[in-house]
């Protein structure tokens, strides 16, 4: 007498296809999990970058409003002009002074006159920019007005410009290379003719001052 078949019974069959199920079960759970890696290493590299944009911003606008604080202590040299200048970034930067010359002047007797009162003020800002931003450079441009553009006009109105090198965050492909994005005139926001010539990824953050 045939004994009846085991219907819960496993066949070799039915082995091989639960087996073969199983390694494409692993091999799609690693590739979705090395997705998941790949993915979250660029949002910490992008995050990481941004922090450190983030960070100069922050040091940029501390330099600019020590500046308009000292510049509205220095009454006399802001309405002559003395805080302003023409100069571009390389030549700015390149302005780098020792703080104990620039203070110097403005020692324990004090300064005498606006003029000297102007060079220590933009020495110990100057000073202070080159050791918290990489390529740092400081700028002072009197405020300009169009005629006919309905604008309002403020006397001895100045923007004051931070500027120093940022990390290069996009790339683009030239010719088959790949190549750093760099900040242009229009992207970079320095005022104009700033930066012509000028080498690295150089940003600006301006400060508007009214007296």
């Given at each position: 007498?045939?004994?009846?078949?085991?219907?819960?019974?496993?066949?070799?069959?039915?082995?091989?296809?639960?087996?073969?199920?199983?390694?494409?079960?692993?091999?799609?759970s690693v590739v979705l999990l090395s997705l998941g890696v790949v993915s979250a290493m660029?949002?910490?590299?992008?995050?990481?970058?941004?922090?450190?944009?983030?960070?100069?911003?922050?040091?940029?606008?501390?330099?600019?409003?020590?500046?308009?604080?000292?510049?509205?202590?220095?009454?006399?040299?802001?309405?002559?002009?003395?805080?302003?200048?023409?100069?571009?970034?390389?030549?700015?930067?390149?302005?780098?002074?020792?703080?104990?010359?620039?203070?110097?002047?403005?020692?324990?007797?004090?300064?005498?006159?606006?003029?000297?009162?102007?060079?220590?003020?933009?020495?110990?800002?100057?000073?202070?920019?080159?050791?918290?931003?990489?390529?740092?450079?400081?700028?002072?441009?009197?405020?300009?007005?169009?005629?006919?553009?309905?604008?309002?006009?403020?006397?001895?109105?100045?923007?004051?410009?931070?500027?120093?090198?940022?990390?290069?965050?996009?790339?683009?492909?030239?010719?088959?290379?790949?190549?750093?994005?760099?900040?242009?005139?229009?992207?970079?926001?320095?005022?104009?003719?700033?930066?012509?010539?000028?080498?690295?990824?150089?940003?600006?953050?301006?400060?508007?001052?009214?007296?």
């Amino acid at each position: 007498m045939k004994c009846p078949r085991n219907p819960y019974a496993i066949t070799k069959g039915a082995l091989g296809r639960q087996a073969g199920s199983t390694l494409i079960e692993v091999l799609v759970s690693v590739v979705l999990l090395s997705l998941g890696v790949v993915s979250a290493m660029q949002l910490v590299t992008v995050s990481v970058k941004e922090r450190s944009v983030l960070k100069y911003k922050i040091a940029a606008t501390q330099a600019a409003t020590e500046l308009a604080e000292r510049m509205r202590a220095n009454q006399l040299g802001v309405r002559a002009g003395l805080y302003n200048d023409t100069l571009s970034y390389s030549e700015a930067s390149d302005l780098v002074t020792d703080v104990t010359i620039t203070t110097a002047p403005c020692g324990s007797t004090g300064c005498t006159d606006a003029a000297t009162l102007v060079d220590t003020d933009l020495g110990i800002v100057r000073y202070n920019l080159q050791q918290s931003l990489p390529g740092a450079a400081l700028t002072v441009r009197a405020q300009t007005y169009t005629a006919g553009a309905n604008q309002i006009k403020i006397p001895n109105a100045s923007t004051i410009y931070v500027a120093w090198l940022e990390p290069v965050t996009d790339t683009q492909v030239v010719d088959g290379a790949t190549t750093p994005t760099l900040l242009n005139q229009a992207t970079n926001g320095c005022p104009n003719s700033f930066t012509t010539n000028a080498s690295g990824n150089v940003r600006c953050l301006g400060l508007s001052y009214q007296p």
